[in-house]
């Protein structure tokens, strides 16, 4: 007869985390993906401003620039988007002070957009409770890696911490 393996069940604070963490992803990756747009939108309008053309009419920021003055400027618009995408992943400052935060950025085959590996772990009385969001294509996917008393903990200190605002 077959007798089912017991499996430990993930508790409501476990769950919460869970789901508080894919939402911040959420708008994360859609942040990261527009940054990532804009840098798309920088490079080209770099490239048409070094083979030469005048964008003056097109893009009024540029009217009063030089070709050279203009690169520049286009240049640090890209290092500002490009910035922006791995800042997407930040948490806000009441909640950042609770975790470390790693941000890995890779290109796999067949997808054009970049998948993240984003690392959060908080250090708690009871232990660390480290959050993994991995992305592919769209798809997020969030796991909590801790012992049951380190998430409760961790909770109560989101908890705290929005009760407390910025």
């Known amino acids: 007869m077959y007798t089912p393996l017991p499996t430990a069940e993930r508790s409501q604070h476990h769950q919460e985390i869970e789901a508080l963490f894919k939402n911040w992803a959420q708008q994360s990756f859609i942040d990261s993906?527009?940054?990532m747009r804009e840098v798309e939108h920088y490079q080209q309008v770099l490239q048409r401003i070094q083979a030469g053309e005048d964008l003056s009419d097109e893009l009024v920021a540029l009217k009063n620039h030089t070709k050279q003055s203009a690169v520049t400027?286009?240049?640090?618009?890209?290092?500002?988007?490009a910035a922006a995408i791995e800042q997407a992943w930040s948490l806000k400052s009441n909640v950042a002070r609770l975790f470390t935060v790693s941000v890995r950025q890779r290109m796999r085959d067949l997808s054009a957009a970049p998948?993240?590996?984003v690392q959060y772990q908080a250090k708690t009385a009871e232990g660390f409770v480290t959050v993994h969001v991995t992305t592919w294509?769209?798809?997020?996917?969030?796991?909590?890696?801790?012992?049951?008393?380190?998430v409760d903990?961790?909770?109560?200190?989101?908890?705290m911490t929005g009760l407390k605002g910025a």
């Open 115 to 117: 998948s993240f590996d």
């Open 73 to 81: 400027l286009i240049k640090s618009l890209i290092a500002e988007s």
């Open 33 to 35: 993906m527009e940054s």
């Open 153 to 159: 903990q961790l909770q109560g200190q989101l908890v």
């Open 137 to 150: 294509r769209r798809n997020i996917t969030v796991t909590v890696d801790a012992a049951a008393d380190a």
